[in-house]
């Protein structure tokens, strides 16, 4: 897979420093996550991907949260892209209206 992206020395520098570097990271974990991000267009100086290393019974474990802006930030700079879905509350006694051709709820 392509990269989407390709930090500068400084920007992978800075990567470390800040959101791999403390609390015992590797440097191997490190260009896991910055290949992850390049990949994907992830960027965690824009808070879009978190770096999270935790205990477990089996030994440490590594994750990488993509965050909720960060994933619509992206998906916005596709031209498909047609929005956030409807978060409307709907309450008991509310009447809808599916119509699934056309990918919408209307709600009264």
């Known amino acids: 897979m392509e990269k989407a992206l390709d930090f500068s020395w400084e920007q992978k520098s800075l990567i470390w420093s800040r959101f791999v570097g ?58 498909n892209y047609v929005g956030a879905p409807c978060a409307a509350e709907v309450r008991e006694g509310d009447e809808l209206e599916l119509i699934p051709s056309e990918g919408n709820v209307r709600h009264s």
């Open 22 to 79: 403390p609390n015992g990271r590797t440097q191997e974990e490190a260009r896991h996550f910055v290949e992850v991000c390049e990949t994907f267009e992830l960027n965690p100086i824009l808070d879009d991907i978190v770096f999270q290393k935790y205990e477990t019974r089996q030994g440490a474990r590594t994750n990488f949260i993509t965050i909720g802006d960060g994933l619509l930030r992206i998906a916005a700079q596709d031209p």
